[in-house]
Nanobody, 126 residues
């Protein structure tokens, strides 16, 4: 069973950047598809970006396409989310999640993600 710990959240001004990291332990990280989600107060948790086990396939939600980049380092058991041109509406708790699958495809359905981190707060001020 893999454990996930996010880091890198914080307070940033609109237009700024943050880099979130998710460290995995307790499992063979390279066989997990990974995703980044966020949840704002009173709203559903939504998938922002996903990456398959090899890193060769990625997915981005329209709301973050062109601003956010997901990447992974299987040697270091980490996945990152580089967030640029941040907007106040990006304010939310950000979660990383893992889905145990080896596939050329990315996992875009949240119900398939078996393991979740505790989340990290990102606040973007205007």
């Amino acid at each position: 069973q893999v454990q996930l710990v996010e880091s890198g959240g914080g307070l940033v001004q609109a237009g700024g950047s943050l880099r979130l990291s998710c460290a995995a332990s307790g499992g063979a990280f390279s066989i997990y598809g990974m995703g980044w989600f966020r949840q704002a107060p009173g709203k559903e948790r939504n998938l922002l970006a996903a990456i398959n086990w090899s890193g060769r396939s990625t997915y981005y939600a329209d709301s973050v396409k062109g601003r956010f980049t997901i990447s992974r380092d299987n040697a270091k058991n980490t996945v990152h989310l580089q967030m640029n041109s941040l907007k106040p509406e990006d304010t939310a708790v950000y979660f990383c999640a893992a889905h145990k699958v080896v596939s050329a495809l990315v996992t875009t359905s949240s119900v398939l993600y078996n393991y979740w981190g505790q989340g990290t707060q990102v606040t973007v001020s205007s």
